[in-house]
T-cell receptor
Framework: QQQVKQSPQSLIVQKGGISIINCAYE??????FPWYQQFPGKGPALLIA?????SEKKEGRFTISFNKSAKQFSLHIMDSQPGDSATYFC??????????FGSGTQLTVLP | DAGVTQSPTHLIKTRGQQVTLRCSPK?????VSWYQQALGQGPQFIFQ???????QRGNFPDRFSGHQYPNYSSELNVNALLLGDSALYLC????????????????FGAGSRLTVL
């Protein structure tokens, strides 16, 4: 059964700064490793996802770094904005397309 | 293009009662998964339905059951409600596809907030 450990639990960053969230997983699976963003009262929304045969993927201000040998991946948010304030979840694939989620990181970007 | 729609958005039940939650998947998606999200926690996988059958199940008791209809919509039923069942119940859909093809990239609904008193 897949286990996912996410850190930090909460993160406060100044506007324009870099936010970094880390995740570690246990079982290797060849499918996408996604990050989701969740605002209060909303369901999680896909932010960015990476295949395990790629070491880095960048979309705008968001970058995933993937270290397959260490079974770790991280989300970097460059030039963080107050609108990025939300809870972020990493997830790792299990069997039959189900995802195991991390416990979440509450990001606050100060204006 | 409507995404995943869930109903009801909020509901309150008492211990021992039964509840049914409903989900319509995103257009073009045929696989529906249900997740339970307790306050301050990440979503936990309950089960997944494909071709009207339960294909995969997480670590949830038999009090949790589901159904998928031919139009791909789905229901989650919870019997004999406990206080600990209070949570946000999320439905997620995904398109058919092979492992490695991004098929695990889920589209979530806004959820149904269940409070058990």
């Amino acid at each position: 059964q897949q286990q996912v450990k996410q850190s930090p639990q909460s993160l406060i960053v100044q506007k324009g700064g870099i936010s970094i969230i880390n995740c570690a997983y246990e079982n290797t699976a060849f499918d996408y490793f996604p990050w989701y963003q969740q605002f209060p009262g909303k369901g999680p929304a896909l932010l960015i996802a990476i295949r395990p045969d790629v070491s880095e993927k960048k979309e705008g201000r968001f970058t995933i770094s993937f270290n397959k040998s260490a079974k770790q991946f991280s989300l970097h948010i460059m030039d963080s904005q107050p609108g990025d304030s939300a809870t972020y979840f990493c997830a790792a694939p299990g069997s039959a397309r189900q995802l195991t989620f991390g416990s979440g990181t509450q990001l606050t970007v100060l204006p | 293009d409507a995404g995943v729609t869930q109903s009801p958005t909020h509901l309150i039940k008492t211990r021992g009662q039964q509840v049914t939650l409903r989900c319509s998947p995103k257009s073009g998606h045929d696989t529906v998964s249900w997740y339970q999200q307790a306050l301050g926690q990440g979503p936990q996988f309950i089960f997944q339905y494909y071709e009207e059958e339960e294909r995969q199940r997480g670590n949830f008791p038999d009090r949790f059951s589901g159904h998928q209809y031919p139009n791909y919509s789905s229901e989650l039923n919870v019997n004999a409600l406990l206080l600990g069942d209070s949570a946000l119940y999320l439905c997620a859909s995904s398109p058919a596809g092979t492992v490695g093809g991004g098929a695990n990239v889920l589209t979530f609904g806004a959820g149904s907030r269940l409070t058990v008193l």
